[in-house]
Structures are given as structure tokens and as C-alpha cells.
């Protein structure tokens, strides 16, 4: 049996196996994907990349500030001005170099889906596509609406995360040749809520002209979730082009992502939640 198995290699399922380790425990992190970190997330096509999750990270507390100098350190983040004045911790060379230094040397397992998550003498059985696994203790660290699939509808936890509310969130990356106009833009009452000059982020490759992401209100997201890649990509570019005042034969390249649970608009209002014996947390979003 292993003794504690965190569902989920998010920022939250990375920072909690990283306390654990830390103090001499050994946590099995299970993620479905085939990266870690969550939205902090750098895509890449070719020899382009974006970061079309989390654009930035600050911190709001001595421990993440003592997490986030750490990595500065070590050259793994960098500041970033916005162009508004503000100055923004960022992954080099992309945000995803954060999470895989949080999870440098843990016992992550990706491609590892769990199924369900049932009670079981002396602790809880996992059911993964192919096979299972038993642990003392249990973290869950999916998204809130995730939950309940993952233990039951029924159980006492899930019905006390009934409140929680995620929006979700369209990203259009693009390459565009000429001059950029701007760094960031913010502006919550357009389709295109936020769009930044991806590649004036430190250590960026510079040879492929301005690499643009916007990212859209909640709003247009949620009005346009379930629309196609190649309808979403049609839908948000003539968007970036007017914002940008530039025409569209200057875009070489154009695609989205969708994030499904991007933003908590509505949250628990405690940190997490622990089942009455303390083998089962539930943390994250």
C-alpha cells in the first residue's frame, strides 16, 4: 500500500508532494496528462512556443515568496514588465520550466488516469485504466466540478463543494510579423479580455517576429467552449487583427486551446476539505 497518492499534478498536486517530500515523506503524484503543471503550461509548434495558460505568477505570501526566490536563483524565473508599470514573475524559458522544478525528483506518474476513488480497509482503492492502487491516504487536487465523478455524487465532501464555481477560458496563440504595438492589454469588457506580447518575455526566442496570446473573456468563453479548433481559431484571429491594427496576411501562424476550468469566479472560502478520519484531503480548484 503506498502511503499517500496525490491526484493531480497541478501547481496545487506539485506544491503539496514538494512539502511532503521535503519532510522526509514519499508522495505518488497521478496526473491523466502528459505534462505537469496544470494551466501553467507552455505550449510549443515547431520552434515556436506560448504560454497559454497562466501568463504570470506573483506571489501573495511569505511561503510562495520564498518558493518563488528560490527559482529565481537558480535562473528558472525572471521578472517581466508588463509595459503598465508592473513587473511579473515568469518561467525561463517558458512558464512550464516552474512546475518541472517543483517536481524535480518527485515520483510523478502521467498518463495515469484515476478513474475512481473508493473507500477500502485501511484506506482508499484507486481504479486507473489499467489496473489499481492502494493508499493510506489520499489528495485530490482536480478541479471542483471534477470531483464528483471521481468519488461519487453522494459522498459528504462533494455535496460540501456544491458552491464552487470555474469559468472557463479561450486562448488564441499566434505568430505575426512586423512590430507589436503594445506588450499587454487589459481590457475584461472586450472578447479578447487579455493579450500579451508572449515572446518580450525573458529568454524567448526573437526570430519568428511578435508571438502574440489573448485570452478571452468569460463571457465569449463560455459562449464559444464547444466550438471547434478551426472555428475558434477563425472566430478570435479577425479579434487579435483589429486589436493589433494589423492585417491578416502578417499572421503565420494561428491555433487555440481550450481550458474548460480556467478561473475560480465562485471558491470554497477555506483551503481545502478532509474527510473526518484524515485519509482524504481535497485542496486545489
Not at 485504466?129 to 453522494?154: I, N
Request: hydrophobic fraction near 45%; charged fraction near 15%.
Amino acid at each position: 500500500m503506498t502511503p499517500i497518492i496525490i491526484i493531480g499534478a497541478g501547481m496545487a498536486g506539485l506544491a503539496c508532494a514538494r512539502k511532503l517530500a521535503d519532510a522526509g515523506m514519499a508522495p505518488v503524484v497521478l496526473d491523466k496528462g502528459r505534462g505537469i503543471g496544470g494551466r501553467v503550461a507552455t505550449r510549443r509548434s515547431g520552434d515556436l512556443q506560448f504560454d497559454h495558460g497562466a501568463q504570470y505568477v506573483n506571489a501573495h505570501g511569505a511561503g510562495f515568496s520564498s518558493v518563488l526566490a528560490a527559482l529565481e536563483k537558480a535562473g528558472t524565473l525572471a521578472g517581466w514588465p508588463d509595459g503598465t508599470g508592473r513587473t511579473h514573475s515568469v518561467g525561463v524559458p517558458g512558464m512550464s520550466a516552474l512546475p518541472k522544478a517543483l517536481g524535480a525528483g518527485l515520483d510523478i506518474r502521467q498518463n495515469a488516469q484515476v478513474l475512481r476513488l473508493v473507500p477500502d480497509a485501511g484506506g482508499w482503492l484507486l481504479h486507473l485504466a489499467d489496473g489499481t492502487l492502494r493508499a493510506a491516504s489520499v489528495v485530490v487536487t482536480v478541479p471542483a466540478p471534477q470531483v464528483a465523478a471521481l468519488m461519487g455524487a453522494d459522498h459528504p465532501l462533494v455535496a460540501r463543494l456544491g458552491a464552487v464555481q470555474i469559468a472557463p477560458c479561450l486562448t488564441l496563440m499566434a505568430a505575426v510579423a512586423g512590430r507589436a504595438p503594445f506588450i499587454t492589454r487589459k481590457d475584461t469588457d472586450d472578447p479578447l479580455a487579455w493579450i500579451a506580447q508572449d515572446s518580450a518575455k525573458p529568454g524567448r526566442p526573437q526570430k519568428h517576429g511578435a508571438l502574440w496570446v489573448a485570452q478571452a473573456s468569460e463571457a465569449f468563453s463560455a459562449a464559444h467552449l464547444e466550438d471547434d479548433p478551426t472555428m475558434l481559431t477563425a472566430c478570435m484571429l479577425p479579434l487579435l487583427c483589429d486589436r493589433l491594427s494589423i492585417s491578416a496576411a502578417t499572421v503565420t501562424h494561428a491555433s487555440t486551446h481550450r481550458w474548460r476550468y480556467a478561473r475560480v469566479t465562485q471558491p470554497l472560502g477555506q483551503s481545502f476539505l478532509c474527510s473526518d478520519d484524515g485519509s482524504l484531503y481535497l485542496g486545489g480548484d
